[in-house]
């Protein structure tokens, strides 16, 4: 990241989003044009000891992505919990199901 960059920011909750510019980078916060600092790492504005007021993200088509993967995700964990897996499913399909997304649900091999 370096100044002149243009982030977009979102506020908590989604209001208001829109591009602002990095006016100044340091070894752990990097400056934004609307007065907010946020963590190099994470992106997240700095609100001290409250919570954060919002997130800088490297374009609105990233943000848009990260969206759009979020609400596909609480579709699938509530169609995910709404089906009766013990029933519908064997011990294997779920494991398998589980490890394509990177979780390890294997019990010791007790498939």
């Known amino acids: ?3 002149g ?3 977009y920011f979102v506020y ?3 209001s208001s989003p829109g591009y602002v510019e990095v006016v100044k980078v340091g070894r752990v916060w990097a400056y934004l044009s ?4 946020i963590d190099l ?4 504005a ?3 000891e409250y919570s954060s007021p919002g997130t800088a993200w490297h374009s609105k088509e990233e943000y848009d992505k990260s969206v759009y993967a979020a609400t596909l995700w609480r579709m699938f964990r ?4 709404a089906v009766h897996a013990h ?3 064997t011990a294997k399909q779920i494991i398998a199901a589980a490890h394509e997304l990177g979780i390890d649900l294997d019990p010791k091999g007790k498939q």
Request: aromatic letters at 8%; zero cysteines.
């Open 12 to 14: 908590r909750g989604g």
């Open 5 to 7: 960059d243009k982030l």
């Open 78 to 81: 509530t169609i995910v919990n």
């Open 46 to 48: 700095d609100a001290g």
């Open 87 to 89: 029933n519908d499913f």
């Open 41 to 44: 790492k994470t992106l997240r």
């Open 34 to 37: 609307h007065g907010y600092r």
């Open 1 to 3: 990241m370096k100044v």
